[in-house]
């Protein structure tokens, strides 16, 4: 217990929430999330409809190239303040270990799962899996990739 009578790992959560969460970093994250959905999407689509990969390839592929842009863009611009904190290369892993595994649970096996057990069209559950990944997505990058020192 600290002297306000809250637990520390307590306040330390709501502080984080206050602060981490609800902050003009997730603004920006938003933005380099919408960009790199924009990239996702309109590779899937171009891979899937024009070089005629199936779809749960293309979808892979997909991912990697919005996740390599949005670390670029991350890295240079979300967390600016905190790129040098750490190698490159250890952000780039990090990232690349955050990222791949919201996006392989979060958006991959929910566009699979919607698409072939449900019927949906894959371009609509590629939607619905990126925006389940992308709280989870952003917590891990906030608190771990690009982490205060």
Not at 44 to 70: D, V
Not at 81 to 91: A, H, N
Request: proline share 1%.
């Amino acid at each position: 217990m600290n002297d306000s009578g809250k637990n520390s790992s307590e306040s330390g959560l709501f502080s984080y929430l206050k602060t981490g969460v609800f902050s003009p970093r997730l603004i920006k994250f938003g933005i380099v999330g919408a960009s790199g959905t924009v990239v996702n999407v309109g590779c899937l689509y171009l891979f899937t409809e024009f070089a005629r990969i199936p779809y749960f390839i293309a979808s892979l592929i997909a991912i990697e190239l919005s996740i390599i842009s949005n670390f670029t863009i991350n890295f240079l611009w979300t967390w600016r303040d905190r790129s040098k904190e750490g190698t490159l290369w250890k952000q780039i892993v990090r990232y690349h270990i955050g990222a791949g595994a919201t996006a392989f649970l979060g958006n991959y096996l929910i566009m699979i799962a919607l698409t072939e057990f449900f019927g949906m069209h894959y371009m609509i559950s590629n939607l619905v899996g990126i925006a389940v990944g992308t709280f989870s997505n952003y917590l891990i990058n906030d608190l771990w990739t690009f982490k205060k020192k």
